[in-house]
């Protein structure tokens, strides 16, 4: 290395050495300032809310905390057959019967005489009747009854003879939906997806899950395994889709929901929303009566003030998450989910406390980044046992570690990616106004928003930087949209998935543009206009092919996903080369339009952007009808 080499390798080593120091400096100051704001009040908020969610993680997990245990009273002999079910249900105090029964209320007669004193909620007379008394006598007979059935079942289940106990079993196989034809003779076409006849061996047993031939059956959820000579990838298995539940009894069969770990799992997001409340107060606090001037003038850089007083909050977040998950008995993967979505709450209140004007706004802001982000992350993982489309959310790889299920690298690349992505794009346009004319001016927040997109204008080109930069957003709208129609019924769900994604994705292409034109980075002239539409609609091209991951998880299989995100990718080089560059033109062609209104003001914009959304479903329509 030469000597003007290693000068200015050294020069630029001692610049990041001074501005990682900066930026620690900052981190100190705002972990004391932040804890001399922490009264009396907030400090018995913070431990009630600790106890709350390490109560709820306790309660679901393992045996609980016992909060059932012996809250009804029943009244029951020893000698009688209802004792030993009222002694191992955990729910039951059993008592004996004569403390609760008057003598002649013991025997066959029609009614039952209790006691004075008697405190009892259900009493089982010598001849087996069963009877509820007081406020809580109806609740507590239903859970008698149902105690009743889980003894029973347990006494099958310790049955030497199990075939005599359970004389009919079912297996239940969750297999990928074939919406087959029919054929000439007037049978169902299922694509060979059929079970197999000779499962039951023709005389009422199973066979343990195996075919005719006693191989392991063929699943439709192999995750990109070869199916019948179908190249195609597949959906993954995420826990529903081609897995077999063990044998059980008819009664016992259940839809699957895995209900104790999304509650374990959502502990995850509560805590998150009560520091990003913190997180934007302070990030507020820095812009009422200037009091954030000292730092703008100081050394640092807006990149360095706003990394070190996010540095304490992300690092606390990080302690809360490794603390719930050592707590639940979660991996380091539950951990490695939750992180990308604690830095996409940090940086949604960092954002919206940049664009709020007061603390009231700013208490709107954050309750709406709140629902949003918690209704994203949580509705998906609902369907982790019976649909794919949970993958969108992180939490549902914390769903499959918690029931031991693995998962592979691109699965996590496809549930975190967008949360990742749209952190870093919201960090970089929050940075973007922490500047002296734009933090302490009062503006709307459409004009703020309006302000970071054209601060990050740097001329024609960066127009089509702007919008590879929303597509992590364009995603995240998509998915959720289809994560909250794919249970519509498909009339209703696919146009308005179509529409949706055109309008996502004509807003994300044009709103650049319109920022350039509204803050006259731009001459307001036709041809500008159609040029910046062509520089938006190739970039948002080149950025869109990254979405084709979804391919990897198998979306464009269900027809919803591919309302949303287009036809899975063919083989064929003819029908690949059209595919590729088809949308090319079809986003040029859709951005001209929403361009040529955004130099004409408002209203033209909205003129434009109709016109484009129009355009753009009419194109989603046309490729359905061809791949349907």
Known sequence: MSDGRRSAFADRLRRLSNSIARTGRIARWEVTASAGTVDRKTAVALVVLVLAAGTAGVSVSDEGLGLEREIYVVGVAEESQYHDVAVEAEQFRPVPLEDVVAESGGGNADTIALREDANVDVVVTRDGRIAHDGPNGAAAYDEFRSAVETYNANLMDRESDQAAAYPVLVSLEYQDRDLGGTTADGTRDDGGGTADESSDGGD????????????????????????????????????????????????????????????????????????????????????????????????????????????????????????????????????????????????????????????????????????????????????????????????????????????????????????????????????????????????????????????????????????????????AGQLLSVALLFAVPEVVAVPAVVVAAAAIEELAKSVGVYAGFARSRFDATAKTAVVLGAFSGAGFFLGEKVTHVVQFVGLPDLLIGTAAFGPAVSSDPLLLAVVFLAPLGLHVVTAIPSAVGASRGRTGYAVGFLAATLVHVAYNLGVLTLVS
């Open 204 to 475: 009422g047993t199973t066979d343990g899950g195996t075919d005719s031939d006693g191989d392991e059956p063929a699943t439709g959820g192999g995750g990109g395994g070869d199916d019948g000579g179908d190249d195609r990838l597949q959906v993954p298995n995420v826990g529903g889709s081609g897995a077999s539940s063990a044998p059980g009894t008819p009664g016992s069969i259940a839809p699957p929901f895995p209900f104790d770990s999304l509650v374990l799992a959502f502990l995850f997001v509560v805590p998150m929303n009560f520091v990003i409340q913190a997180y934007g107060s302070t990030i507020m606090d820095e812009r009422l009566n200037r009091r954030g001037e000292l730092l703008l003038v100081s050394p640092a850089s807006s990149r360095e003030i706003v990394a070190g007083k996010t540095l304490p909050y992300l690092l606390g977040l990080v302690g809360i998450v490794v603390a719930i998950a050592v707590g639940i008995g979660g991996s380091p993967l539950a951990v490695a989910a939750a992180l990308p979505i604690a830095l996409l709450f940090l940086a949604a209140s960092f954002t919206g406390a940049m664009f709020a004007r007061s603390f009231k706004e700013l208490t709107f802001v954050t309750v709406t980044i709140s629902v949003f982000l918690t209704t994203y992350t949580f509705i998906p993982a609902i369907f982790t046992d019976v649909n794919p489309i949970a993958l969108i959310s992180p939490l549902t790889l914390i769903v499959m570690d918690l029931q031991d299920e693995s998962v592979r690298l691109g699965e996590y690349l496809f549930s975190t990616g967008p949360f990742y992505l749209s952190a870093a794009v919201l960090f970089l346009l929050g940075v973007g106004v922490y500047r002296e004319e734009d933090m302490f001016a009062q503006k709307p927040i459409p004009a703020k928003v309006l302000d970071a997109v054209a601060n990050r204008l740097r001329g024609r080109r960066s127009i089509a930087l702007l919008s590879i930069l929303f597509i992590p957003f364009v995603f």
